[in-house]
Every structure is written in structure tokens, then in C-alpha cells.
């Protein structure tokens, strides 16, 4: 029931898909479910604590809590291969990998211009180029194919 959430922000995503949805656990009359933001102070999180009580309240729990767990922080490589799927069947191109990383090692931060390799999600050209860094939401930037000439969302390799 929880797996089955929406992401509010990328309704073509289930939280699980998605990645932040971490584990479901019962504890004596009590369901926790455990979630990761994508970011730091995603605005999101709220709606994804109510929509996740909401869901297992319905389902006959009387009892829920949802739990935000920071360690290890999200990453994108964490969305599924069905949500990178259902990405690009919205017309979202999926990010790419985040790039190594050892568990509890220091993030590399480059503060030179970004450089991914994308193709577009409606025709599959690589020939794109970055409109804005920020789309609708931080976690995503706003491209355009130079070859169909469609605007479109890419999500942002964390």
C-alpha cells in the first residue's frame, strides 16, 4: 500500500520508484513507514508524510508514522528502472548516473558548468541544450532539443 504513493511533485512516480520511500515496518499497533527527501528542505516531504498516512489509515491502520531518515542521503541512482520508465513515457528525461560513490565517502561538488549526457525524451536526439538549471521544481533542469525543437524536463543526476 505504501509502495503505491505518488510523488507529488512527479506524479508518474511512486515513492517507491522514486527511491525515498525506504522501509515499512510494523511496530505493535503501529505501522512506520520511513522516507528520504530528495534534497534538503524538500517542499515536498510534507505532502509525502499525509499522502503515506493517508493511504495507510484507509487501508485499516488505525496507527501510522512516517519517519524522515537523512543517512544515507537520496540519491537519483536510487529511482527505479520502472520510474526512469515512466520518466521518459512523461516526457521527464531520467537523470543519468550520480557517479561513484562509496558509502559515507565525501561528495565530490563541481562548481563548474554541468556537462550531462541526455537525449530527449520525445525523440531521442542528443542534440540538446540547457535552457534553465532550474525547471518546475530544484530537482529538476529545463532543456531543449535542437532537433525536434521540444522544451523538456530533465531530472538532476544527485
Do not use: N
Request: hydrophobic fraction near 40%; charged fraction near 20%; aromatic fraction near 4%.
Amino acid at each position: 500500500m505504501a509502495a503505491t504513493v505518488r510523488d507529488p511533485e512527479m506524479p508518474m512516480l511512486t515513492l517507491a520508484d522514486l527511491g525515498v520511500l525506504r522501509a515499512v515496518r510494523i511496530e505493535g499497533d503501529v505501522v512506520v513507514a520511513s522516507i528520504t527527501p530528495t534534497y534538503s528542505g524538500c517542499p515536498a516531504m510534507a505532502t509525502m508524510r499525509d499522502d503515506l498516512v493517508h493511504r495507510l489509515t484507509d487501508a485499516g491502520f488505525e496507527r501510522v508514522e512516517v519517519e524522515v531518515v537523512l543517512e544515507p542521503a537520496w540519491s537519483s541512482d536510487w529511482i527505479s528502472a520502472r520510474g526512469r520508465s515512466a520518466l521518459a513515457a512523461a516526457g521527464v528525461s531520467p537523470p543519468g548516473s550520480a557517479g561513484p560513490a562509496s558509502p559515507g565517502a565525501p561528495i565530490p561538488l563541481s562548481l563548474g558548468p554541468i556537462r550531462r549526457a541526455l537525449h530527449c525524451p520525445r525523440c531521442g536526439s542528443a542534440d540538446t541544450r540547457l535552457v534553465s538549471e532550474f525547471g518546475a521544481t530544484a530537482c529538476k533542469a529545463l532543456y531543449r532539443c535542437t532537433a525536434c525543437l521540444e522544451p523538456f524536463e530533465h531530472v538532476k543526476e544527485i
